[in-house]
């Protein structure tokens, strides 16, 4: 019996968000998105089918399914109108006994508390900027400069912005006070690394693969503030930066720079204990590559560095998918059955032969 073949009996329940609080164009995108995944699942032979929460209410929706008979894609990034509910989603799944894709719940709390994030990285050696976090407006001293200055509990650049570099204990006593008024809450400060930028896609448990390097290439961009991933060159289409950082796959690197990137990648990976998978944002300066952020769980929808990374490999967008089931499924009794039915076979084999 073959293992592997056998866990494509096993359904797989996608879980995605839609907010009906977004506009109308995110909203279709997202359905978009989801049926390209549910597709090219089915093309890698799973049974597939969706599941959108649209309200908060997350327990009721999954009342209906069995976690003993299937497998969840956590796709979930928040329960609509909650914000900072990535871990909850997680915490949810756990209580109710489903196995799904991607971080914990433990570890997607930590990834959204950068301070805590920090002190894990150096705690374990990981390279990281020099930083500090304040709840007042003094800058107390602070002489990294340039800075660069964030929400200490925000993700996706959310807050971030080219004022958020700093050049001047001036500038930074002012974006201090502006993230603490707009956010209220602490602020993060750390030296910004105005060097290369790369998005290093892991996955794996154990014995970990590392996709081609991603490049964020800041090149034709001459004014410093602008030489960074905004919220706004993320998701906006329209702005500058957006047009103007070119993905670079795979980067140019020496086989020593290599080497050295796919070290403290590893590094970073196993010091937040992401599972599965995760990609990882970091910066060379002075033959230093600096952990920049660790998103567990971070996106691969089809244009994302991540999926494109995959596809470099040699990976369809299914069988980046398939792989992350995979890997998953481990952890699900259903596989851990067929492990022991596949040996009870193999060992009534040789008594045969015998």
């Given at each position: 019996m073959n293992v592997h073949s056998n866990l494509l009996h096993l359904p797989v329940l996608l879980l995605y968000t839609i907010d009906h609080e977004w506009l109308l164009g995110d909203i279709n995108e997202a359905r978009q998105v989801a049926k390209l995944m549910c597709d090219a699942l089915s093309d890698e032979g799973y049974t597939v089918a969706e599941l959108c929460i649209d309200d908060p209410d997350l327990i009721s929706r999954l009342m209906q399914y069995n976690a003993d008979t299937c497998l969840i894609f956590n796709w979930c990034e928040e329960l609509p109108g909650i914000p900072h509910s990535t871990a909850q989603v997680a915490k949810i799944l756990e209580m109710l006994g489903f196995v799904f894709t991607g971080a914990s719940s433990d570890t997607l709390a930590l990834s959204e508390d950068k301070p805590l994030v920090k002190q894990r990285l150096h705690s374990s050696g990981v390279p990281i900027p020099p930083w500090r976090i304040y709840t007042s407006t003094s800058p107390d001293g602070w002489n990294h400069f340039p800075a660069i200055v964030k929400p200490a509990y925000e993700h996706c650049s959310y807050g971030v912005t080219n004022e958020a570099v700093v050049l001047t204990p001036g500038e930074l006593n002012n974006r201090i006070d502006y993230i603490m008024e707009t956010f209220n809450q602490p602020v993060l400060v750390e030296e910004f690394i105005d060097g290369r930028e790369f998005h290093v896609t892991v996955v794996g448990n154990g014995e970990l693969e590392i996709f081609p390097v991603a490049e964020m290439d800041f090149s034709t961009i001459a004014d410093i503030k602008k030489r960074?991933?905004?919220?706004?060159?993320?998701?906006?289409?329209?702005?500058?930066?957006?047009?103007?950082?070119?993905?670079?796959?795979?980067?140019l690197l020496t086989q020593k720079e290599e080497l050295d990137l796919r070290k403290t990648a590893v590094q970073a990976y196993r010091a937040i204990d992401c599972r599965d998978y995760a990609r990882l944002d970091i910066r060379l300066q002075n033959s230093v590559f600096y952990i920049l952020d660790v998103n567990p769980n971070a996106d691969i929808s089809p244009d994302t560095s991540s999926a494109l990374a995959a596809e470099a490999s040699g990976m369809s967008y299914g069988q980046l998918a398939s792989s992350l089931i995979k890997l998953a499924t481990r952890r699900h009794q259903f596989y851990n059955q067929l492990q022991e039915k596949v040996s009870n076979e193999n060992i009534d084999n040789c008594n045969a032969i015998q």
């Open positions: 960074l991933c905004t919220y706004e060159s993320k998701f906006d289409p329209l702005s500058e930066q957006y047009q103007s950082i070119k993905l670079r796959l795979p980067a």
